[in-house]
């Protein structure tokens, strides 16, 4: 049957589905609230039921029957098998390897995928400062796979992070190693309202592999403090089908907790 794709979706929720799209539905995925909760929750709706999640705060393997507020929501223990501790999170999941996925974001991404959510300027004596890297440092450093979703914007995309709070490739394809890493190669894919890029590891830079309906690659380069390459087999991202669309609206953030841009459903 043909795809009815649909023509009313904001960017926002496009973002969403299309992070949701790298998940399977054997992967463990480890992630906090915010939008990377959204791309979850409609993974596990639709084309990954088998999602096995790992909240930070400790719930394991959650069915979650909308998103949250917070990670100390009381919905995110719904259905869970265990709810656990930060401690067995990080250390007993993330640490030993058993985590497919990690969902990360920050206030600075750079062209080797490094995380800065720490401050701007002289950490000593910053001019912002922010929450801070949580568990988001063991999960960059541990975890094969790391999904950023994030708007954007000349600002979140300097060609240097002012502070690595969670590594990507430090300074190039062999930076993980020699700050002494397990994971050497992790696959990392930033999901915007403009693009997808990953990693090419063989450069350890950002590359454009897919862009946004109606975006075009200048319009990256304009938003953008270093200048990613481009993939040879670039191609655009699919729109959402009208089912989607009302699966994310009408079960995943009925109450707009994160998707602010779209009409709330009706009560």
Do not use: W
Request: aromatic share 6%.
């Amino acid at each position: 049957m043909e795809k009815q794709y649909s023509d009313n979706y904001t960017r926002e929720e496009l973002m969403a589905i299309e992070a949701s799209r790298f998940i399977k539905s054997t992967d463990t995925v480890i992630l906090g609230t915010g939008l990377p909760m959204v791309a979850a929750i409609f993974a596990q709706k639709t084309h990954a039921r088998g999602i096995n999640f790992v909240v930070e705060s400790g719930s394991i393997d959650p069915i979650l029957p909308s998103v949250p507020f917070t990670v100390a929501d009381p919905i995110i223990g719904y259905r869970a098998i265990k709810t656990g501790s930060l401690r067995e999170v990080l250390g007993c999941l993330v640490q030993r390897g058993l985590v497919d996925i990690g969902f990360l974001g920050g206030a600075e991404i750079d062209q080797f995928g490094n995380i800065n959510s720490t401050c701007i300027g002289d950490p000593q004596n910053p001019k912002v400062r922010f929450p801070g890297s949580g568990g988001a440092n063991c999960i960059a450093s541990c975890v094969p796979k790391i999904l950023i979703i994030t708007q954007h914007e000349k600002r979140r995309f300097p060609a240097k992070v002012q502070f690595i709070t969670s590594p990507g490739y430090i300074d190039g394809p062999d930076g993980r190693k020699k700050a002494g890493l397990k994971v050497t190669k992790p696959e990392i894919i930033v999901v915007t309202d403009l693009c997808v890029m990953d990693i090419d590891a063989s450069t350890g830079r950002l590359k454009v592999t897919k862009l946004m309906p109606g975006i075009t690659v200048d319009q990256v380069y304009q938003n953008t403090r270093f200048r990613p390459a481009v993939s040879e087999h670039m191609g655009v991202v699919e729109p959402p089908t009208e089912d989607e669309v009302r699966i994310l609206r009408e079960e995943v953030d009925p109450k707009r907790v994160y998707l602010k841009d779209c009409p709330k459903t009706p009560r």
